[in-house]
């Protein structure tokens, strides 16, 4: 069984930085995708980074294409969201999941089996 825990959500002001952390245990792959997604109230959860671990291949939505950067952190099974420069429209519960291999980098949903609880991320202005 997978699962995957995320951490390091908060509140910041706009234009401040937050990191968040996502680690999934249970695999017994080498190599796999993670992503994020994030939700905000009444909106669709949408896709907004994602890695392969095999390569270090990325991809980022368009809302957050500068400003974010994914990233392994360390050990294997955990990555990490460096988001910076962030905006009120930021805000939102932020997601990781993990999609075993053969996987695709880019961040469409329901390729990805695996999800976490999620983080808070609030961004005042």
Known sequence: QVHVVESGGGSVQAGGSLRLSCAAFGYTYSTYCMGW???APGKEREGVAGI???SSSTY???SVKGRFTISQDGA???V????NS???EDTAMYYCAAQPPPCSVDVTRRRYPYWGQ???VTVSS
């Not at 990490?80 to 988001?83: G, I, V």
């Open 86 to 88: 962030l905006k009120p």
């Open 52 to 54: 392969y671990t095999g």
């Open 37 to 39: 997604f994030r939700q």
């Open 60 to 62: 980022y939505s368009d």
């Open 118 to 120: 999620g983080t808070q």
């Open 80 to 83: 990490a969201l460096q988001m």
């Open 76 to 78: 294997k099974n955990t």
